[in-house]
């Protein structure tokens, strides 16, 4: 087999399955009210609804009794009822009640809808994709993520972009000076000092935009940003000392994906203020020129193979192959890292830092 039919191959494989055995964050906890949602997440059609004590419950969305779509029922004495034909699931799946078979009879016990591990947090609705486990890890970040409510603000976005690529535009700084000139002009485009390392699940990436003047970076000069992402699919942002971002993308099915993004301040009086401009910004401004850059960006299901990186891709380059690497051991039906090389534990390139490469 080529080298074209072998990339071909591998890139076929990676669409094969999403990460598993991580926390997606499926919808905001303020949409989810008395009524059942639907949404398609990780290539399922799911109906999310609330049980009698006020709990997320995830479901397939499609009845097992004949297909109907149960995200168009609604709930009833804390049960999920069938816009169809009236049957009832609990929160735990099983149906409860058969309209037209009557109270009497008794109810086939494969008469069940499947069920998802969900849990709420951060002013968001949690499911976990993986292997069903007695003890389950914390929801990732949570006390380091932006917590929803006064001083914050959250926006949601569909993309018919894949995960992957969204992902590799989650940890790209050098496209700022060129993708977004229009909103920060001037801004330089050399990305010098750049690190990126990686410490377990979390990519660490911290650089300088400034001008090319020949020199070595004066320490203050330039616009410093510093990103980092617990894979595979949370990304944390720092802006000085008051204000914070985050970003968490997950699969809706192979060609597009839900991203959740939110920004807090702590700005005195008006940190609620800064954190629904920046938010606005974004959705306004910045986010529709990345959609349009990485929708039509080719192919549109890459592998580190189809770039040509560059120093100041290499958080990218350590995703990528982190990635890659994850989905080969799940194709091998193995534990996650088990028999699987780990991704290289750093990638580090000019500039000083004094010693402080990224932040932990």
């Not at 929803?148 to 496209?175: K, Y």
């Not at 010098?192 to 320490?219: F, M, Q, S």
Request: charged share 25%.
């Amino acid at each position: 087999m080529g080298t074209d039919e072998n990339r071909q191959t591998r890139r076929q494989g990676a669409r094969e399955d999403f990460v598993r055995d991580t926390w997606y964050p499926v919808l905001e906890s303020k949409r989810l009210g008395r009524r059942p949602v639907g949404v398609t997440r990780l290539g399922r059609k799911l109906v999310l609804w609330r049980d009698a004590q006020g709990q997320p419950v995830a479901q397939e969305a499609a009845c097992p009794h004949r297909g109907a779509d149960l995200s168009k029922g609604r709930v009833v004495s804390g049960c999920l009822e069938c816009p169809y034909h009236g049957l009832r699931f609990a929160a735990d799946g099983a149906c409860v009640r058969v309209p037209c078979e009557g109270d009497a009879r008794p109810i086939r016990a494969d008469l069940r809808v499947k069920g998802f591990v969900v849990r709420e947090g951060l002013g968001l609705v949690w499911l976990w994709w993986g292997e069903e486990r007695n003890e389950l890890p914390p929801l990732p970040w949570n006390h380091e993520l932006p917590e929803a409510g006064a001083g914050s603000c959250t926006a949601t976005l569909t993309w018919n972009v894949p995960f992957a690529r969204v992902m590799e535009g989650n940890l790209d700084l050098h496209h700022f000076p060129f993708a977004h000139r229009r909103w920060a002009p001037g801004l330089g485009t050399l990305l010098d000092p750049y690190t990126a390392r990686l410490e377990g699940d979390v990519i660490h990436t911290r650089g300088v935009l400034r001008r090319d003047d020949g020199k070595p970076w004066d320490g203050r000069s330039g616009f410093v940003a510093e990103i980092r992402v617990l894979f595979p699919h949370l990304v944390l942002l720092r802006f000085g000392s008051l204000t914070q971002g985050m970003a968490a993308a997950t699969p809706i099915d192979e060609e597009n994906t839900w991203v959740v993004f939110r920004y807090r301040s702590s700005l005195p009086l008006l940190g609620g203020l800064v954190a629904w401009f920046l938010v606005r910004t974004e959705v306004g401004l910045i986010q529709p020129e990345d959609y349009a850059l990485l929708r039509d960006s080719e192919p549109r299901h890459p592998t580190r193979e189809d770039f040509h990186l560059v120093r100041a891709d290499a958080g990218i380059a350590l995703w990528f192959r982190m990635y890659e690497r994850r989905l080969e051991a799940q194709r091998r039906a193995l534990p996650s890292g088990e028999g699987v090389e780990s991704p290289e534990q750093g990638v580090h390139t000019s500039g000083e830092w004094g010693g402080d490469r990224a932040s932990g």
